[in-house]
């Protein structure tokens, strides 16, 4: 069965800072990748998605990058760190088709302070 | 650009209730919907996928309907229980970006 692994669970950091944050999919090959944030009191956001290894589509400008070096493996990073940056991140995978259903990861509270 | 609305933002219920949670988007052209489930701090668990050829999908207590005409699906919840409390987004994938657009969600408390 497939499963969809994130890490770290929580993160408090400074502004300025750097972040790498993990998320890694065992049990299917191919998988479409997602990141998105979830702020305070609001919806879903989108961050980023990738089809395949190297393919990168960022849909907000902003302070993070995301990079997909092996096929099952997705990370999501900042050079520094911005108040801003705070929320819940959900790492999310689904079958290459767009039929699929999403499954996400557990999360990653992150507080920048 | 497709937006996904859900009302209300946030219900309360007594226990044995039951209750229809609702979910609008603006663009007819999807792929499908899906309906999950947030508990606080968690992850979001999916609930039911409708394809856009369904009209609906049964699972258990939980009955979703799609109407892609109209640009509406409900999620009708059947015997509320305490452990129902959560929150139920609902997200479409754009036939014509293959991205997943989320609701802002409805926030469910039952009470025993």
């Known amino acids: 069965s497939q499963t969809i692994h994130q890490w770290p669970a929580t993160l408090v950091q400074p502004v300025g800072s750097p972040l790498s944050l993990e998320c890694t999919v065992e049990g299917t090959s191919n998988p479409n990748l997602y990141w998105y944030r979830q702020a305070a009191g609001r919806g879903l956001q989108l961050l980023f998605y990738s089809v395949g290894i190297g393919q990168i589509s960022s849909e907000v400008p902003q302070n993070l990058s995301a990079s997909r070096p092996q096929d099952r493996q997705f990370i999501l990073s900042s050079k520094k760190l911005l108040l801003s940056d705070s929320g819940f991140y959900l790492c999310a995978w689904s079958v290459r088709t767009h039929r699929g259903k999403l499954f996400f990861g557990s999360g990653t509270q992150l507080s920048v302070l | 650009k497709q937006e996904v609305t859900q009302i209300p933002a946030a219900l309360s219920v007594p226990e044995g209730e039951n209750l229809v949670l609702n979910c609008s988007f603006t663009d007819s052209a999807i792929y499908n919907l899906q309906w999950f489930r947030q508990d606080p701090g968690k992850g979001l668990t999916s609930l039911l996928l409708?394809?856009?050829?369904?009209r609906e999908q049964t699972s258990g207590r939980l009955n979703a309907s799609l109407d892609k005409s109209s640009g509406r699906s409900t999620l009708y919840i059947a015997a509320s229980q305490p452990g129902d409390s959560a929150t139920y987004l609902c997200?479409?994938?754009?036939?014509?970006?293959?991205?997943?657009?989320f609701g802002q969600g409805t926030t469910l408390q039952v009470k025993p």
């Open positions: 409708i394809q856009s050829s369904q």
């Open positions: 997200a479409v994938i754009s036939s014509n970006t293959g991205k997943l657009i």
